[in-house]
């Protein structure tokens, strides 16, 4: 996109909601790549549901780029299979975002905010990384959608995120049951932890196994008031942190 202009961006995300509302993930990763070209990255955290949009991207693009978020904290099994599902769909364009050094030595260097600050330690080892590798980029692509319940249950195809760039969210009209279809017919493999009754997984102190029907994302941040990490949430509304620097 070229000089940031409000009303002109409220009329192309308008547009492309009305366009896509009703199209196929292939057929919105396929606009999206072609609205918006090598500006455009795919976030994913190379979970439990991870492998079909990963799929999807690769049918559009191999290269495209594919943030990952590093934090520090995450099950040894997810950076295993970030390793290996990137190498069987042939992406090309991973790259790991870590939390910057000067921004843990300030404000967890002991590595157990997560004990006492939740949401400031996802800021640290999510948000923050994740706002400096989109500073290149015009729009993104996530892969919530809405039977992941909470917040997800209104989500728009299309949307503008409080920083001003646009996000597709080209699985928001599946169904789990749709999403497993998919797995199955392009023989994708699982992330390990979802055999062991991880539905969703995040980083290790804060993501619980999930007994068998209950609600998918109850693992996350057990029995606190938090059910996002921070990088889908109104940059108003975030912690704010003493930071570092970007090294």
């Known amino acids: 996109m070229m000089a940031y202009d409000q009303a002109a961006e409220r009329d192309i ?8 509302r009703d199209a196929t993930p292939n057929e919105i990763l396929r606009v999206a790549h072609e609205t918006f070209g090598d500006k455009l990255a795919l976030v994913s955290s190379f979970g ?21 978020l590093d934090t520090g904290m995450l099950f ?4 295993d299979y970030r390793q290996n599902l990137a190498a069987k769909l042939g992406l090309t364009g991973v790259r790991d975002l870590r939390p910057a050094y000067a921004d843990l030595a300030v404000n967890d260097p002991s590595a157990n905010l997560w004990k006492t600050d939740v ?3 996802c800021n640290i080892r999510k948000v923050l990384p994740l706002d400096r590798a989109l500073g290149e980029f015009d ?24 920083d001003g760039k646009i996000k597709f969210n080209p699985l928001a009209n599946m169904t789990k049951e749709g999403l497993d279809d998919y797995a199955a017919e392009h023989d994708l493999p699982a992330h390990p932890l979802v055999a062991q009754g991880f539905p969703s997984i995040g980083c290790w102190p804060c993501t619980k196994p999930v007994e068998e029907g209950g609600d998918v994302r109850s693992g996350r941040w057990a029995g606190q008031d938090k059910s996002e990490c921070g990088i889908h949430v109104d940059r108003a509304t975030r912690p704010t942190l003493e930071v570092g620097g970007d090294i």
């Open 139 to 162: 729009a993104w692509i996530t892969g919530r959608k809405r039977f992941q319940g909470g917040d997800r249950l209104r989500l728009p195809v299309v949307e503008r995120s409080s």
């Open 76 to 79: 040894g099994q997810t950076l």
């Open 13 to 20: 995300v308008a547009g492309l909601n009305e366009r896509l």
């Open 48 to 68: 439990a549901e991870s492998a079909v949009l990963l799929h999807m991207a690769a049918q559009v693009n191999p290269a495209i780029p594919v943030l990952f």
């Open 119 to 121: 949401d400031g330690c």
